[in-house]
């Protein structure tokens, strides 16, 4: 084997799917999180990387193309990573949605606090909920959908192929939706429980005037949204697992 032949078979085929893999799990859930080691990551990214290398040579060009084309692939591979870790992080945020809902139902909205997942403040509910989600993403060997979603984007898109933008930020939209549904079904019985509790405070203020409702309100309203919460909180779980393994099967089967 020549100089040559190593440089595009090896080690530009290793650069390539490094790139897709890295940019990817830049941004995954679990493995793109701000609490997950940056040497883990990386540590993963270069193994996955050059366990896949030898069988993505095969679609290396020979001999290499000018630098300009060189510099086309990585950037649509960057693109695909990004696209792919993104999809992801979108199904992820539904369950952020469904604690914002939760908590400003219950009367917790004001309450903030640093949510490890966005690396941003956030409700205490939707603090609880990617914590625990991100929990059963491990526990129930999710994170190797991820993995194996990534090594079945060279299907869905070709080494070498510019990627359709049109129909990337068409599926990216459409995954919002799906993901602000999911957060909102999850989220139907407090809406349920909070409306019903409006209701019975409406009712009381018409038969007795001189009661303070609004104080009297919120302490019950947080009462039965945490017997609530205490009471579906593992159907809502399940229910978000079930629709996030839905959508990245049904992304990295569209090709």
């Known amino acids: 084997m020549t100089l040559q032949d190593f440089v595009t078979n090896g080690v530009f085929a290793f650069i390539l799917t490094f790139v897709r893999i890295g940019s990817a799990l830049m941004i995954m859930p679990g493995l793109g999180d701000s609490f997950t080691p940056q040497r883990v990551r990386l540590v993963v990214a270069l193994g996955i990387s050059l366990a896949l290398s030898p069988f993505v040579s095969q679609y290396m060009p020979s001999p290499l193309p000018p630098m300009a084309t060189l510099a086309v692939l990585l950037v649509a591979e960057f693109i695909i990573g990004i696209f792919i ?11 952020d949605t469904a604690g914002m809902v939760i908590s400003f139902m219950s009367g917790l909205g004001n309450a903030q606090i640093f949510n490890p997942s966005s690396s941003a403040q956030g409700s205490i509910i939707g603090a609880l909920f990617s914590i625990t989600g991100m929990l059963i993403l491990f526990a129930t060997n999710m994170h190797h959908l991820l993995i194996y979603g990534i090594i ?8 070498g192929n510019i990627p359709d933008t049109a129909d990337m930020s068409e599926m990216v939209a459409a995954t919002v939706s799906q993901s602000f549904l999911i957060g909102v079904q999850m989220s139907a ?11 019975g405070m409406g009712v009381l203020t018409r038969l007795m005037p001189q009661i303070q409702v609004f104080i009297l309100s919120l302490p019950i309203q947080i009462l039965l949204s945490m017997l609530t919460l205490f009471g579906t ?21 569209l090709g």
């Open 85 to 95: 870790g993104t999809i992801a992080r979108i199904l992820m945020a539904a369950l």
């Open 152 to 159: 079945g984007s060279y299907d869905l898109f070709p080494l």
């Open 189 to 199: 019985p407090f809406m349920v429980m909070s409306l019903l509790v409006y209701i």
């Open 233 to 253: 909180v593992s159907v809502i779980m399940l229910f978000w697992i079930s629709r996030f393994e839905n959508g990245l099967v049904y992304l990295f089967s």
